[in-house]
């Protein structure tokens, strides 16, 4: 039965290959399924067969608590940047005076993450990303869903090979529209969505992300029996890798590399990945090692970004936005143009005072740009093309929504409407309560939020727990049958049992994201003890600024916003941290003393945290005492722990301790 199985992996292998890597399947889709459902069944009757590298576990499975930190053998490196032909040019007469005429080979920048992996006889073994060049994270879990990526390969030694994970633009389409459907923040580009899927714990979420790889360098390559970079990128296509062949090529000078780069900016939206540049190296491994190193890059080699495209196009009007904090967003409705690879209607314009610095008229002709954000940005307009229609824009005094006046924050550039009950908060901020990063109440978003505050259901986040008030009116509406609905009253009972960050989250109070949310849980343990927290108390805790604890205090002084927790509370949510039992850790068991002032951490709040964490906190320095954490003008009680001969930490190496245990 083991070679029965070997050889239907061989085979699936082999049939991945075709299709992954060479865009060129020769079995049909039905075919292949077939015999994957057979080894399926196969391996589930065999476990003692099973192998981590069989076919079968491209689909991911594995969840991690967080990732290991790994070393890197020989460091990930980065690269020196030029920008332009000159810049080029002078690299390239840098390396010919050093060392004479020599090839390059110039490829693509892969717009990806960084990754390094390695085979330990012939079978994959670990992922890792490049981190901080020294030591990254073990990613392999998510890396073997990679479809193109083989998982046996035919070379027995042991083999280390770096290229670029990347979501193909294919995928990122098709990950963004699942997100906006399920009322989740889109990725900004192709890598943002390859970093976040990568990252992901469960290995089956990021097998669905359609993930690519292709791969661009052998380290030590001479070891392997090569004299040049070209013969190694050869050498680990012939063994199964994808290698970007198309667009990886030898040339002499600085003159051929710019025409090559000139066509790759021709063509680089045409393309089914994301590039952001070019990197050019020098092809023979001798004339490397002979040029060497600066501090960080290697000088061998130089990667020519690309700039962000700009375009001028017609500015056809201004309209304003309403969020679900009442900020007033002005945005420009743009004749549409053709913009780093999409097409662009709409942009940018941050606030008013942008709109009057930059002289930003209706009908102007504008430059826009996209950086890295999903909107593209007005970068400023064309004076020059005005022809006298042009009119200044006058911001509005009202809420394009309620009607009502809105007014500017002093401390803000933004005009806020502070309308509680305007129709665009009220949509905005059940539509952010039930999103996934919040409260995730599958079937609920943001065009389904819409459409039942239009109908009169929902008009405040407590009414998602009144909604079966409107059963039959539900079940009645066009697009919402009877099971859907069923899913949604699911999908609602249990939000009841979320954590306490995500309820925090939910409640879109200005300036307290996931972060903050999660931080505040922590420090406060119930929705209590936040809702009473004084100011003082808010400010001390890490992370959070005079201004976000101003905005907690005004949210929570609003006797509607109480209304709204004590509804909440009456429906069954739950409102406390589960998470207040101590917790294992290096500190736990340990008689701690704090002495000076920590610049990122309150007394109390340095406090809580220890003692959640199984230390006991005392004032006073003895022998008994195991460890001082000192901060800034830390005196006696320092002096003494060092008399005694006690332990001591800096805030620094509290922190890092932390941060131990927080990736545990
Ligand atoms: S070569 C020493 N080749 O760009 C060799 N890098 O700043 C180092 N990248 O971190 C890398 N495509 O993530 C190389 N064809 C390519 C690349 C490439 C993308 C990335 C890589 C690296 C960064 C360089």
Redesign the pocket.
Known sequence: MKEKIELLRKKLNQYNYEYHVLDNPTISDLDYDKLLRELIDLETQYPEYDDPNSPTHKVGGQVLDSFDKVEHKRP????GNVFNYEELKSFCEKIEQEVGNVEYVA????????MSVTYLHGQFSQAVT?GDGVVGEDVSANVRTVKSLPMKIDYDQDLEI?G?IYMPKKSFEKVNKEREENGEELFANCRNAAAGSIRQLDSKVAAKRGLDG?W??LPDGETYGFDNHYDSLMWMKSLGFKV?EMY?RKFQNADEIWSFIEELTQIRYDLPYDIDGV?I?VNSYLTQRQLGFTSRT?KW?V?YKFPAEEKETLLEDIFVTVGRTGKITPNAQLKQVFLAGTKVSFAQLHNEDMIKDKDIRIGDIVVVRKAGDIIPEVVRSVPEKRNGTQVPYVFPKTCPVCGRVIVRDPKEAHYFCINPDCPARVVESIAHFASRDCMNIDGLGAKKVEAFHQMGWLNSIEDIYQISKYETEICETSGFGEKSYRNLLQAIENSKQNSLEKLINGLGIRQVGDKAAKILAQRFGTMDALMNATFDELKEVRDIGPITAQGILDFFMDEGNRAMIEHLREAGLNMEAAQTKTEESFFTGKKVVVTGTLANYGRKEVQALLEQLGAVVSGSVSAKTDLVIYGESAGSKLDKARKLNVSVMSEAEFEEKLAERETL
Request: charged content about 30%; some cysteine.
């Open positions: 990930m490196l980065s690269l490829e693509c920048k892969i717009d990806g993450l960084a490049r770096r670029e292709f661009y360098h970007n990886s990197v190296k290697p080699a990667a």
